[in-house]
């Protein structure tokens, strides 16, 4: 018998079918080990000892694997064809030995890219050793992306207060967005003028002419800087007749993109299918796993994480094939086109992404697929076939027409498609999309003159950079060598969880907290978000799985340097941190030194503050002057700052004013002014309330929260309504229910508040499944049970609960035990704040 290691259950059972009754595939369910997320599991002090943890789940898999070892002959390691399948493949390796499972067993490693018969029983036929050197880069990079997380992100956490981590390809990435946020910022537009001319020539459609030179200068974007210097050529072209001086037809080929990498795929699902790059990979995933084809599971895609653009042999022959057949002979190139890529630490050793047979179309596949992978699987089968096909003949016609005395030349451009070749399949990216023969231009003639239908000037301004969107942004690390492809998917999703990003338009648009991250790490360690730093570490960590690096050689270099500064940098007091950010950050946040003079009172300064909250601008006269504003926004954004309305009127208990501010958290109502060591009170205005709108009764109702309804009939406890962190809610005895807008928590009445408290405790109750009765607790004969919730089983009693320690069967658990971990629960409970400051007085 022979036992078989992939990483999905699906693969294994897909494979077991291929391989028949003498193998037995089991499924790894990906990485079975990880570094702890604590410091201290990376030990550059010892010689970069890593400290590996195995979770219960994949223990028992590992049980199961060593199970199934014993009497068998080989084991063949077929995890997944990339350096994490390699490293995954050494993680069981390494599991296996150290329970003695190993013995006697003949241990290969097996790699195959699509997941076919033919595929994989050519890879069982030619089994290698497992590479160290692969996974000596794995280790490498994990070891620096653990390092650097752990050691910077506290550094982050005393000095930024509200960051969330720093990663070290992850960081780079948000610096890109950064800057360009800030080049968008700072670009002012520059004006410039066109002149067009709309023509007409007997017995054809009319067309536009381009002013081109004026006076017998070529005129260049900013040549026409004013109306009046465009006026001003507008006359010069009103100058009739006109006169065609030539016709120039040139041919023009357009050639073929190379079938998907990773970062190609991502960037053409995201501009053709509106695909994010995590849900393109997760599509991929299903198609590369396999589908129901004629009665048997089958890979349609070869291995999707590659930055090869390379065929395999016999299914570039398949694809001419299909060509031939399908399209004819006219579109079949010769000889099959070779293509090497252009990314920068391309690693070639796997193929591109193909479809696995691509004679397999995407209507002979569609039945067995949803919407989402007929729609990729068609991208990757279109693309492969077009990469193979010959390229579009086009002819690119240029006619220069004169004025009556030579003033003015006028040129229109336009390019028609003689042969389509493979734009007959497919076409790369929406900007291609439009039809080439509607620039189709009429059939002129030398010294033929054109009529003037109409001349007008246009004025233009200069536009910065678009913001990033998913294409493009995986597009630019490519280019600077920045991660590889199988991070770029999670790197984009780690900055939007961290909320260091939002999406506007399906581009990324920094958040304030990515910003002052962003901000620290180039003022204090810019040498590590450095674009070619970082390209650097990745053609290292390229050289280690190449045999030409040492990994623990690169890993000394890196640490001997950034340990040191990151401990300089804790060094470093809070208050010069913040000067430095708040000199570094001037001119984003403030237009001129004018600007920071506060507008709430006489001689304050506006400057960087930090929180527990985040940043935010601030007076330097506090606490005399309360004035803040949100980080980010500035003196050219009035709205976002202090600015009141006027007062809604007087408040009846304290004879004070009530206004409307807006602060760093967003509008509210105070009642009166500040006094040193007091504060006025305050009620936030929700999200779904106009703050313009806000009069004195609506918010004497906000400052009066919570809102008694009555007491509730079976327990005679009272029920309120308020507006809370998380919006509004009915609060009872512990249960709380929302309610679907701020209105209500002001109309909702006694009946209905009952009912929907009655249908929260139900859905609370129906989430809890009662896995064992324990019995009764001695001190107060309250059950105690073991029950299922949302994060898997626990011990309860009362309002107590204590997860089970991990590896613990819930049926196996006693009442002994289970008292014993609820003491201890209750003893790390947190105590209230007041309760532990509140100090004796001397007597």
């Known amino acids: 018998m022979n036992v078989v290691i992939v990483e999905s259950p699906s693969k294994a059972k897909t494979i077991n079918k291929y391989l028949g009754k003498d193998y037995t595939v089991l499924a790894s369910f990906g990485h079975v080990r990880d570094l702890p997320a604590k410091d201290g599991s990376v030990k550059p002090d010892e010689d970069f000892a890593m400290d590996w943890i195995v979770d219960s789940d994949s223990n028992k898999r590992l049980t199961e694997i060593a199970k199934a070892l014993k009497g068998s002959d080989k084991l063949f390691l077929a995890t997944d064809p990339d350096r994490e399948g390699e490293a995954i493949s050494w993680h069981v390796l390494e599991v296996l030995a150290k329970k003695k499972a190993l013995k006697g067993v003949e241990v290969k490693r097996v790699v195959f890219n699509e997941i076919t018969k033919s595929a994989i029983l050519k890879a069982m036929a030619d089994p290698r050793d497992l590479d160290q050197e692969l996974v000596n880069a794995y280790l490498a990079r994990r070891a620096l992306d653990y390092l650097v997380g752990f050691t910077l992100s506290p550094v982050l956490w005393r000095k930024l207060p509200g960051a969330r981590s720093a990663g070290r390809v992850q960081s780079v990435a948000l610096r890109l967005v950064c800057e360009r946020e800030s080049e968008i910022e700072q670009f002012t537009a520059r004006e410039y003028w066109s002149v067009e001319a709309d023509l007409k020539s007997t017995g054809s459609k009319n067309f536009t002419a381009r002013l081109f030179a004026a006076n017998g200068e070529k005129l260049d974007k900013f040549s026409l800087a004013t109306e009046l210097q465009a006026n001003e050529a507008t006359d010069l072209v009103k100058r009739t007749p006109l006169t065609v001086q030539s016709v120039e037809r040139k041919p023009a080929k357009r050639n073929p993109q190379p079938p998907f990498t990773t970062s190609t795929l991502q960037q053409e699902a995201s501009r053709k299918l509106g695909f994010p790059a995590n849900k393109t990979m997760r599509v991929a995933q299903s198609l590369y796993e396999g589908k129901p084809i004629k009665g048997e599971v089958t890979g349609l895609i070869t291995y999707m994480r590659t930055d090869g653009v390379t065929i395999a042999q016999e299914a570039l022959n398949a694809t001419r094939h299909v060509i031939e057949n399908r399209y004819g002979a006219k579109y079949l190139p010769s000889s099959p086109r070779v293509y090497k890529t252009k990314a920068k630490n391309a690693q070639e050793a796997h193929e591109a992404i193909r479809p696995t047979d691509p004679m397999r179309s ?456 289970a008292l014993e971990w609820l003491a201890a629960k209750a003893t790390t409970k947190k105590v209230p704040r007041k309760k532990t400051a509140a100090k004796k007085k001397a007597s």
Not at 620 to 637: A, I, M, V
Not at 745 to 753: D, H, P, Q
Not at 786 to 813: I, Q
């Open 362 to 817: 995407p209507a002979d596949v569609s039945h067995a697929l949803d919407s989402d992978e007929q729609k990729l699987y068609e991208l990757i089968w279109r693309r492969t076939l077009a990469s193979q096909m010959e390229s579009a003949a086009l002819e690119r016609t240029t006619i220069t027409i004169m004025n009556t005395d030579n003033t003015a030349e006028l040129r229109a451009t336009g390019s028609v498609i003689q042969f389509d070749g493979f734009l007959s399949v497919y076409q790369e990216g929406k900007d291609d999309e439009q039809d080439e023969q509607e620039a189709l231009l009429p059939a002129l003639k030398s010294g033929e003159e054109v009529n003037l239908i109409s001349v007008l000037p246009k004025q233009h301004f200069t536009e910065p950079l678009p913001r990033y969107s998913e294409a493009s942004l995986v597009k630019r690390m490519e280019e600077l060598g920045i991660g590889r492809p199988s991070t770029y998917a999670s790197i984009l999703t780690v900055l939007r969880d961290r909320t260091y990003v939002h999406m506007e338009r399906n581009r990324f648009v920094p958040d304030d907290k990515g910003r002052l991250v962003t901000a620290f790490l180039e003022k204090f360690f810019h040498r590590y978000v450095e674009y070619d730093f970082t390209a650097n570490l990745e053609e290292q960590l390229d050289d280690i799985s190449a045999g030409q690096e040492d990994w623990k050689k690169v890993l000394s270099n890196f640490w001997s340097a950034f340990k040191p500064k990151t401990e300089e940098i804790l060094g470093v007091r809070n208050a010069e941190v913040i000067d430095a950010l708040d000199d570094y950050l001037g001119p984003m946040l403030f237009s001129n030194d004018e600007a920071r003079k506060c507008p709430s009172c006489a001689d304050g300064r506006l400057g960087l503050k930090t929180s527990r909250y985040g940043a935010f601008v601030g007076c330097s006269n506090y606490p005399e002057c309360g004035y803040t504003r949100k980080f980010g926004s500035n003196d050219n954004d009035p709205e976002e700052g202090m600015e009141e309305q006027p007062a809604l009127g007087i408040d009846p208990e304290t004879g004070e004013e009530i206004n409307v501010k807006v602060g760093r958290f967003g509008p509210y109502i105070q009642v009166g002014e500040a006094v040193k060591g007091e504060k006025p009170k305050r009620a936030s205005i929700p999200k779904d309330m106009d703050s313009s709108t806000i009069d004195l009764e609506k918010a004497l109702a906000l400052l009066s929260l919570p809102r008694e309804l009555g007491t509730h009939p079976e327990t005679g406890k009272t029920i309120t309504s308020a507006i809370g962190r998380y919006g509004p809610y009915l609060a009872h005895d512990g249960v709380y229910a929302k309610l679907a807008s701020s209105e209500e928590v002001f109309t909702v009445g006694l009946n209905r508040a009952v009912a929907l408290l009655a249908d929260q405790a139900a859905k609370k109750g129906g989430a809890k499944t009662v896995l064992k009765e324990l019995g009764e607790h001695p001190d107060d004969k309250d059950p105690i049970r073991v029950l299922d919730g949302r994060y898997g089983p626990y011990v309860n009693h009362k309002k107590t609960n204590a997860t089970l320690p991990k590896g613990t069967e819930p049926t196996s658990v006693t009442l002994e035990q």
